[in-house]
């Protein structure tokens, strides 16, 4: 056995590709993309201790910007196949816990370079193309989110497991040795990722797995079709069988059945409010039948905004609007969905922003030239659109711009923005998760009262913005945001962290901020034990200080 000690060097973040007219990384994209459109419908197994395991039971995975077109078919895992999941995760568990850490990083380092160089399977383009068709994202999108950010990932986290373990305590009694062991949680984690970014699939299973950890992963059904090559990807990096479990289908079904387990020891979720709400309610409700207290991590919603000073400039705070409130139609839980803009800036924004608005190609994702596609699915596109037709009959708001939407070939909505009077009409307050944005104008003397406005309208605390060239304003706002939002932005959009500079996550409804990208996630998937060794032992109970006088 070696008896080196690996040190992994702090990783670069993946530059992200232009895909420029002419280049070759286009080209060999837009191949893969027509490949994976027309080839027959993918059937998407569960795998469960390495096997394929094709229930019968199905549900068609189609684009969303074309949905009468099928992509694949997932088989929906039921109560034997969660019952089998559980049951190869336990045995998996020793040789993977007792595996070496630097073996099990080397894996995920391994899935990054396989994916950041395209690999022989030509995987870059083979999971952003399954992301820009399955899940409706342009180009650029799904290159920094299915390529570099997972990438980064898979990379970041491996330095970041490094460090963990690298942590010691001090020798500060002659004779005493400590140490610190860092042991994977005892049962399995469920992983539930959801249909919005690619790399939080990948995140979500493999972070607890790197530590030591045994998972049962559900993707969500939107994004099962690029889950399940991000899946086979690892599998090709060397994952072992049993250490991830795949179980697409519906979380109604897996959720409880997982959660039901005495051997559940985490949940690492990313989704919406209320089904996180309802997971921790069942784990409560089962807590004395676990064998630990279960770990806990979710990311949910958020209710993001944008808060313009009167010293902004207003086609930073336009460019800030369109980008953070439209790009990947709004789908985000940063998206910017709330705005705040001073009376006396007002106008400039308004011209900059509809200016940038009218350019805007909305379509199909196999055009490079869309900025927007369409929204997930019907269920997504009805909300939506409730949202838009309940705001052109109320009173004290404008339809600025779209408004309009059709269903008819996809799932496609215009980039939206309203005008509201009254900040806390609902489309101010609750979350949309859509191209919806709304802007509230304030009179300039009211900065103050509008910061608390921002602070106390939504019960979310995801991400948030301010613009402004008064530094004193800048100091202000961060004082009196501070709890506003789990990833602040000065002079910039509330979207696009990126890994190992701008940690994920949130507080208050947004959930439990433990920061994805960052040591901190990594910390809930592991119960430290310290050990002490003393050299040089005691031979006597009695302690000087009982001597006689």
């Given at each position: ?22 280049s070759?990384e286009?080209?060999?994209l ?14 998407i ?28 078919r ?22 993977w ?18 994916l950041a ?7 870059r383009?083979?999971i ?16 920094i989110?299915?390529?570099?950010e997972?990438?980064?990932f ?17 020798a500060?009694?002659?004779?005493i ?9 005892e049962?399995?984690v ?36 690029s889950a ?5 990807l ?8 049993g ?6 289908g ?13 051997e559940?020891?985490g ?16 784990v ?5 039948k676990y ?49 705040y ?6 106008p400039?924004v ?37 949202y838009?037709?309940s705001?052109?009959?109320a009173?004290?708001?404008?339809v ?5 939407f059709?269903d ?7 980039p ?24 509230h ?40 945001l ?11 959009k ?8 701008q ?9 439990t ?5 960052a ?28 001597a006689?006088?």
């Amino acid at each position: 056995m070696s008896n080196s000690l690996p040190s992994i060097p702090l990783p670069v973040n993946e530059p992200v590709r232009a895909y420029a007219p002419g280049s070759s990384e286009r080209a060999s994209l837009k191949a893969r993309l027509e490949s994976m459109y027309s080839s027959p419908p993918v059937e998407i197994p569960c795998v469960i201790g390495g096997k394929r395991v094709f229930t019968g039971d199905t549900e068609d995975v189609v684009c969303p910007h074309d949905h009468r077109h099928v992509l694949a078919r997932i088989h929906k895992a039921g109560k034997k196949e969660v019952a089998a999941a559980i049951a190869a995760a336990a045995r998996a568990f020793h040789d993977w816990s007792n595996m070496p850490w630097d073996q099990r990083a080397a894996i995920l380092l391994r899935a990054a370079d396989i994916l950041a160089l395209n690999g022989q399977a030509g995987w870059r383009d083979v999971i952003n193309g399954a992301t820009m068709l399955g899940q409706s994202k342009s180009v650029f999108q799904a290159e920094i989110d299915s390529a570099c950010e997972m990438i980064d990932f898979w990379r970041f986290n491996a330095y970041y497991c490094n460090e963990i373990y690298s942590q010691q305590p001090p020798a500060l009694s002659p004779g005493i040795w400590n140490q610190l062991e860092q042991r994977p949680l005892e049962g399995f984690v469920l992983a539930v990722s959801p249909f919005n970014f690619t790399a939080i699939g990948g995140n979500l299973p493999t972070s607890p797995a790197l530590m030591g950890n045994v998972v049962i992963w559900k993707p969500a059904e939107n994004q099962s079709y690029s889950a399940w090559f991000t899946f086979q990807l690892l599998e090709e990096a060397g994952l072992p069988p049993g250490v991830i479990n795949f179980l697409p289908g519906d979380g109604s079904v897996v959720g409880p059945l997982a959660m039901a387990s005495p051997e559940l020891a985490g949940i690492h979720f990313t989704g919406s409010t209320a089904v996180f709400q309802r997971m921790w309610e069942t784990v409560g409700t089962n807590i004395s039948k676990y064998r630990s207290y279960p770990r806990i991590v979710g990311e949910t919603g958020g209710k993001d905004f944008v808060l313009a000073h009167s010293s902004a400039e207003a086609d930073v705070t336009a460019t800030a609007l369109v980008r953070g409130a439209f790009e990947y139609q709004g789908q985000k839980c940063s998206a910017a969905s709330r705005a705040y803009i001073p009376k006396s800036l007002w106008p400039k924004v308004k011209k900059s922003m509809l200016s940038m608005l009218e350019s805007i190609k909305v379509g199909d994702t196999r055009d490079f030239s869309c900025f927007m596609n369409a929204v997930i699915n019907q269920r997504a596109y009805d909300k939506i659109t409730g949202y838009i037709k309940s705001a052109k009959k109320a009173s004290g708001v404008e339809v600025l711009h779209g408004g309009s939407f059709s269903d008819k070939v996809g799932y496609f909505i215009d980039p939206t923005v309203l005008l509201v009077d009254n900040p806390k009409y609902k489309t101010m307050c609750e979350e949309i998760f859509g191209p919806v944005l709304s802007v509230h104008v304030y009179e300039d003397r009211q900065w103050e009262s509008t910061l608390g406005l921002v602070n106390g309208t939504s019960p979310y605390a995801l991400t948030g913005a301010v613009i402004a060239n008064d530094r004193q304003a800048i100091v202000q706002a961060s004082r009196s945001l501070t709890h506003a939002a789990g990833n602040f932005y000065i002079n910039d959009k509330p979207t696009g962290a990126v890994v190992g500079q701008q940690p994920f996550g949130g507080g208050r409804a947004s959930g439990t901020n433990d920061k994805a990208g960052a040591p901190i996630n990594l910390l809930r998937w592991i119960s430290p034990r310290t050990i002490k060794e003393n050299f040089i032992p005691p031979r006597d109970y009695r302690y000087p200080v009982l001597a006689e006088e």
